[in-house]
């Protein structure tokens, strides 16, 4: 049985900027609230027409994939997390093989949110593990700026998200002792609706019944979150499934070089840095610069980190993610 290693990363986030002064102008807000409660100075809004959840998955993947190299026809799978698709369907999976022109391989579409990219990278994993894929090609990438309410009534929400996406390359490693050591999933679907966008879909709102009561208020067609509640779920399930997976390969806290949390909250990516004692050059955060990209996040901060060098051959990296689900997880890797 293989190991697999990511041999590749990519990401790509629009060029156009949105600061806190910038969303201030269209909603009661101000830097100050939002710095306080979530440490986001700025992210970035795809601008109408230029760019697709697809089309900057691709763009993040064109570059794992070179990075990695290999040619592109060498990709055996695709696994897209998302839960902002072009198309309420297909996914968009299918559309990165069209426009990556790759082979008549699989594409699986994934819909864990925040969590999305940990099971992207759990689903990989296991793929090459069995010897079934060599290379398998994992995208997270998320635009969220078209369904956000940008108004005062939607800012417990909007001042946080932003759009962008990152990609990973993942290959054999014939070292049982390096790249992924092991992967961790959990979910609760008990709170399911605390962090939910509840239409259009099947089960309670379709758009027939929005387009038939053409209801302003109708806010069911937004995210809602429960932030405090979810706040406080996910300091905890974060520390668990890191030391889950810790635990599970002999290793504590302080074996740890570079922790890439998903980026939701900086206060909670702080929490966990203090609670497992990590200083600041083993826990790396970019939220201030990018906002929450969801199941973007994990693979646009991996590879920031890796391009900065502050990831380096043995070094033990850990990533985890909390969100929507609620749905958490966690993966070791010896880089």
């Known amino acids: 049985m293989y190991n697999s290693k990511i041999a590749g990363l990519g990401f790509y986030v629009p060029e156009n900027v949105v ?31 230029e760019d ?32 902002s698709p072009d198309f309420y369907f297909p996914g968009p999976g299918v559309l990165v093989q ?7 391989v699989g594409a699986l579409d994934i ?17 090459i593990k069995s010897g079934m894929y060599k290379n398998v090609l994992v995208i997270g990438s998320e635009l969220h700026s078209h369904g956000l309410d940008m108004t005062t009534r939607g800012r417990g929400v909007s001042v946080i998200f932003g759009d962008g996406a990152g990609a990973a390359v993942l290959t054999r490693e014939e070292n049982p002792d390096k790249g992924i050591l092991s992967t961790h999933l959990h979910s609760e679907g008990e709170h399911a609706e605390e962090l939910s966008l509840i239409a259009p879909g099947m089960g309670k709102r379709w758009v027939t ?7 302003p208020e109708d806010t069911s067609y937004y995210p809602h979150m429960n932030g405090q ?4 779920n996910a300091v905890v399930r974060f520390s668990e499934v890191i030391m889950e997976g810790l635990q599970k390969n002999n290793l504590v806290p302080q074996d740890i070089d570079m922790l890439i949390p998903h980026q939701a909250n900086l206060r909670i990516s702080q929490f966990i840095q203090k609670k497992f004692g990590l200083g600041d050059d083993q826990v790396f955060n970019n939220i201030m610069k990018y906002g929450n990209t969801t199941a973007a996040s994990i693979p646009i901060a991996l590879t920031e980190a890796w391009e900065e060098g502050k990831i380096k051959e043995g070094d033990l990296v850990v990533l985890a993610a909390f969100g929507s689900g609620f749905t958490w997880g966690s993966v070791i890797i010896r880089w």
Do not use: P
């Open 111 to 127: 819909r864990n949110q925040c969590s999305g990219f940990v099971y992207g990278i759990s689903v990989a994993d296991q793929y």
């Open 229 to 232: 509640f979810v706040f406080k």
């Open 98 to 104: 069209r426009d990556l022109g790759l082979r008549t």
């Open 19 to 49: 600061t806190n002064d910038d969303l201030s102008k269209v909603m009661d807000t101000n830097d100050e609230w939002i710095q306080e409660r979530t440490g986001i100075q700025e992210r970035r809004h795809v601008v109408h027409g």
């Open 52 to 83: 697709t959840t697809t089309t900057m998955g691709v763009k993040a993947a064109q570059k794992a994939i070179e990075r990695a190299g290999i040619d592109k026809d060498e990709i055996d799978f695709i696994v897209f997390a998302t839960l």
């Open 209 to 215: 019944d929005i387009i038939a009561d053409n209801d």
